[in-house]
């Protein structure tokens, strides 16, 4: 930065509106609790984002049965799975009615939820053969 002195980027990205409310208000407060003379912006940026699906998984842990909902970003013409996250809520609800961690919960929603797309994708790609006579 200036004078080789040490600094904080910081990015914020907003949907802006027609009249420019929005961002009013985000430079407002950038300037009121910073002690910059001056932000930079830059408009237009385009954003990509995967395509996303909720898949509901159930899962059973210390005698509780519950489902939880696993947001899958998909990419390609085949739909491939890249991420997956777990909703924290449904993890949460779960753990502290069975006593597991988390973490735990989490990381089995989302290995179910990726075999539950793998077999979906699967059972498209076999295409029964079909005769004609």
């Not at 208000?25 to 954003?47: A, E, M, N």
């Not at 519950?66 to 013409?77: D, F, P, R």
């Given at each position: 930065?200036k ?9 914020c990205?907003?949907k802006?509106d027609?009249?420019?409310?929005m961002?009013r208000k985000?430079l407002?407060?950038?300037f ?13 940026i385009?954003?990509v984002?995967l395509?996303?699906k ?5 899962i ?22 890249v991420?997956?996250s777990a909703?924290f809520?449904?993890?949460k ?8 961690s ?26 029964p053969?079909?005769?004609?006579g």
């Amino acid at each position: 930065m200036k004078k080789g002195r040490l600094a904080h980027c910081l990015n914020c990205l907003f949907k802006c509106d027609e009249n420019g409310v929005m961002e009013r208000k985000l430079l407002y407060i950038i300037f009121k609790h910073s002690t910059t003379f001056g932000v930079r912006i830059h408009r237009g940026i385009d954003r990509v984002a995967l395509r996303r699906k909720f898949v509901p998984v159930e899962i059973s842990e210390g005698g509780v049965e519950q489902v939880v909902n696993v947001k899958v970003g998909m990419m390609g013409k085949d739909n491939d799975v890249v991420t997956a996250s777990a909703e924290f809520e449904d993890c949460k609800a779960l753990a502290n009615e069975c006593g597991t961690s988390i973490s735990e919960i989490s990381t089995l929603a989302v290995t179910k939820a990726r075999e539950i797309m793998q077999r979906k994708k699967d059972d498209v790609n076999e295409v029964p053969l079909t005769t004609q006579g």
